[in-house]
């Protein structure tokens, strides 16, 4: 007969825990942001990389400034397959549009 005075003991996996309080506390999408920045440089390269002035997401949409009106031209022209990479890398659907600032 268990006892009244003591609370019962509702055993969760720490990986259901986690989820949980990232989707309460909305740290999902910073996470995925982090995520980004850390592997920045193996999706663009070293170049490009180096002259990567910033990188913020909001929802599914990525902000990417650069320090050269060239590189930002060049990239600008090709931001659909730097979502394909960033997608290729990241996960399916991470991503669906890219502004080039």
Not at 9 to 25: C, F, G, Q
Not at 61 to 74: G, I, R, W
Request: hydrophobic share 40%; proline share 3%; charged share 30%.
């Amino acid at each position: 007969m268990p006892r009244r005075d003591v609370p019962e003991r509702k055993e969760k996996n720490i990986s259901d825990v986690l989820r949980r309080m990232n989707d309460r506390y909305h740290l999902t999408q910073k996470h995925n942001e982090i995520e980004l920045v850390k592997v920045w440089e193996e999706i663009v390269g070293h170049l490009i990389a180096k002259h990567t002035a910033s990188i913020s997401m909001r929802g599914k949409t990525l902000y990417v400034s650069f320090d050269q009106a060239p590189l930002k031209n060049e990239m600008f022209l090709q931001r659909d397959v730097l979502m394909k990479n960033v997608n290729d890398r990241m996960g399916a659907g991470f991503i669906e549009k890219i502004f080039i600032g």
